[in-house]
Structure formats: C-alpha cells, structure tokens
C-alpha cells in the first residue's frame, strides 16, 4: 500500500491544499496535480461515481502525485468498502451527527483491532497482495487512510464535544449549507446565526487537536482559514472555473 504524504504533512503541524470535484475527468484530476495540488476528494454522494468508474480517477491522482480522497454518500459499510478497495486514501463520511455515526464509520474505515473492516488483502489498494503480508497491508491502511467526518447540522454542532471524543476521526468538516437548511435558513450560509455558530465549532475542533477542514473560494479565504488554525483547505474545480470564466468575460465587447 502507498504512504500517505497528506496524512504525514498534517501530523507536523502543516496545512495541505486540496481540491474537489464531481466531475468525472482523469485529466482533469491530471491537470489539477500538475498545479501542485497536494490531495483531492471526488464528490460519489452528489454525483453518480461508482467504485468502478472512481478507480480510473484513482489512478489519474496516482499518476500526478495527487492523494486520492472520496466523500460516499451514506455512513454504510458496503458503500465504503468498495471505495477504500480500490486505493481512497481518504474517506468524507457525511451526516454524522452523534458519536455513534462516527464510530460507525470509523468501523468501515479500519481494520481490527481499531475497526471492522472486511478483511480483503488482495485489492487494488493491497497491490494485489503481491508486495506485503495481509497483517502488513491491514496495519499500514490503518496507518495511512485518513477519515473525515462531515458535520452538517444542528444536532451534529450540539453533538460535536461527543463526535471530537471518538477514537479514529482524523478530520473534521463543517458544512454550513446544510446546517443552514436544519436551522430554517435554507441557503442563507452567510446569515450571522449561521456562521456564529460554525466560528464556535471551528474553535472548538481546532481546541481538540483534531484537524479543521475549510472548503475556501479562493486564496484570500484560503489565508483566512489558515489564520483561524484549519490545515486540510479545498476549493473546488467549478470555483476556480466559474471565477476565471467570469473575469474573462468581465469587459468584453459582447
């Protein structure tokens, strides 16, 4: 199995810049890594990827020396595994709202002792078990793939002392859209309840020693994450499409 550098950049303390994406483009994934992105996430809970279709962008982020990540779209075992197999690094479980969801992923994601994964030694991401043992390969995954948990709601805020407890969650995000949507405000991230009590959540994940994700929409909020003590920092590809688009634009005889 691969080491893990974004894994390894994070434990010393250094902010990793990644990015996203749904689209489901290896040279896409290529391009991104030439421009020095270090980690990416594929999006499989709002876009129709598949194991099997993900394994080619595995291999695009592999080729550009891009560590592969992956947000599923449900806290489910079978959902997970088939993702890890094929060589995720990372795994965005969403909706975990209580300390039970994240051990529960948690259990998806990890082998025993520290988890429940299905002992599979001779995937994709096992290099066929052709270049360790099955105990090697079981201790070295445990090592190397990251689990981010996404707390998208108010339950999950008021959870988040309880979720932050649980052994084996590395990452935490905090999703604004959806915990304005559970507070009534449909849309309205920017609405100050909203961003007050996502501030206080940021505070207290920085506070706990887990790492602080930041989904950014360019480099000044990508500075400003920084600042507030967030390390794992994305944007998005249609972000960074959707600016360019616009400011070429911007001023052109039509």
């Known amino acids: 199995m691969k080491t ?3 894994r390894q950049k994070l434990a010393s303390g250094k902010p ?3 990015f996203y994406t749904s689209f489901n483009s290896p040279d896409l994934l290529e391009f991104c890594g030439h421009l020095n992105f270090e980690w990416c996430w594929l999006d499989a ?26 947000r599923v779209a449900e806290n489910d075992p079978k959902h997970i595994l088939g993702f890890l197999e094929i060589g995720m690094m990372g795994i965005e479980v ?7 969801d994240a051990r529960r992923a948690v ?3 990890r082998y025993a002792p520290h988890g429940r994964r299905g002992a599979g030694s001779q995937t994709r991401a096992a290099n066929f ?16 793939v990251l689990f981010i948990a996404l707390v998208e709601s108010k339950t999950g ?9 649980v052994d084996g969650v590395d990452v935490i995000a905090l999703g604004s859209g959806d915990l304005a949507m559970s507070m009534g405000l449909p849309g309205q991230v920017g609405h100050p309840t909203v961003q007050a009590m996502v501030r206080r959540a ?8 887990k790492t602080l994700e930041a989904l950014v929409a360019n480099a000044e909020e990508a500075r400003a994450a920084v600042a507030r003590g967030a390390r794992f920092i994305s944007i998005g590809v249609s972000t960074m499409l959707r600016s360019a688009g616009r400011s070429f634009f911007e001023g052109l005889p039509i």
Do not use: K, W
Not at 46 to 67: D, F, K
Not at 157 to 165: K, P, Q, R, V, Y
């Open 129 to 144: 078990g052709l270049t360790q043992t099955a105990p090697e390969y079981f201790a070295q995954a445990n090592r190397e």
């Open 157 to 165: 805020f008021d959870s988040l002392a309880e979720i932050l407890a």
């Open 94 to 100: 969403p909706h975990i709202d209580t300390a039970d």
């Open 202 to 209: 940021e505070e207290q994940v920085v506070a706990s020693g």
């Open 107 to 109: 259990d998806a994601i």
């Open 4 to 6: 893990n550098p974004v």
């Open 45 to 70: 809970e709002h876009a129709p990827l598949t194991p099997e279709t993900a394994a080619h962008l595995v291999r695009a982020c592999e080729t550009a020396g891009v560590v592969p990540m992956l």
């Open 16 to 18: 990793v810049y990644g």
